[in-house]
């Protein structure tokens, strides 16, 4: 069935997708002075600068990137009209002399473990110490709830905003293990290797049979998002969001995509998305054909 919502123009997102999930990585300490993060939070110096830390981590999104220094610091760059960069402001970084290096606030000073960059927004996992798992935090622009804050308001953007961000509750006592942004909506690997997203579902590509947004409204994330229906049996080991559909390294090493396929991205054979309609997702959602024998290999996580 040809579906009506095609004439709409997709954006393209980005040109390369660095992991099938988003990685942890290790953080060491630094030795130096301190100085201020960009919401006024005590950082050591040693992360000061982008180059010669040994960036842990990186992504990049429709027009910003970002990247994990050795000392669980963050520091981004680009594009900053929606907070994407998480500096409490609007000004682009990188597009004069002098704004690189030591003169690039950071975004976090410590314990950010991954990150992923979406079209206009970026979440982080950070290490929570009540937990041996990090949990996320996002922020940037906040159209379809993708922020998962149960509103639609941008974040980053205002000075002291990122020192009282808060992590998105994704149910009780649970934590994330990895998460990709696409265009306007998130996906996250949880420690019980089950998949919840949020954010925009227009193409579907939250996996939840239907085309209703979630993270904008009261009562959506929490114990009120659903898991993703993998198919029986079927958790994630890995998970990748393009611009408007999302990708999974299943636990027998196989592949399931759903989500927008008007370019036939989710590798089915066909130009239908899957993941707006019932029925479409767990056992009735094939297996990408990779070929004979052939399956998936995860990235390890450091």
């Not at 919401?39 to 830390?53: H, I, R």
């Not at 019980?192 to 085309?211: E, F």
């Amino acid at each position: 069935m040809v579906d009506a919502r095609r004439t709409r123009v997709q954006p393209s997102l980005r040109s390369t997708v660095l992991a099938a999930g988003l990685l942890a990585s290790a953080c060491g300490g630094g030795e130096g002075g301190a100085q201020s993060g960009a919401d006024g939070a005590e950082v050591d110096s040693a992360s000061s600068a982008l180059v010669g830390q040994g960036a842990q981590a990186l992504d990049v999104g429709a027009s910003h990137g970002c990247a994990v220094l050795a000392t669980g610091g963050l520091k981004c760059w680009g594009n900053n009209g929606d907070g994407q960069l998480g500096l409490g402001d609007w000004a682009a970084r990188g597009d004069n002399a002098g704004e690189m290096g030591a003169s690039l606030p950071l975004s976090f000073g410590a314990n950010i473990t991954g990150i992923t960059a979406g079209g206009f927004h970026t979440c982080a996992l950070e290490q929570a110490p009540s937990s041996s798992l990090p949990g996320l935090k996002c922020w940037g622009r906040d159209d379809y709830g993708e922020l998962g804050r149960g509103d639609a308001v941008d974040i980053g953007d205002h000075r002291g905003e990122m020192a009282s961000l808060e992590f998105i509750d994704l149910g009780t006592d649970r934590s994330v293990k990895a998460a990709s942004a696409g265009w306007y909506h998130i996906c996250a690997v949880l420690d019980n290797d089950r998949v919840k997203c949020w954010g925009s579902s227009y193409w579907g590509q939250l996996g939840l049979g239907d085309t209703v947004d979630r993270g904008s409204g009261p009562n959506e994330m929490g114990d009120n998002l659903p898991e993703v229906d993998l198919g029986t049996g079927r958790t994630a080991k890995a998970i990748a969001a393009g611009g408007s559909h999302t990708c999974a390294i299943l636990d027998n090493d196989q592949v399931k995509c759903w989500g927008d396929n008007i370019e036939g991205q989710l590798g089915l054979g066909d130009m239908d998305p899957r993941g707006d309609g019932p029925n479409e997702m767990g056992d009735d959602l094939p297996e990408v054909d990779l070929g004979t024998g052939r399956t998936a290999k995860a990235s390890p996580r450091a």
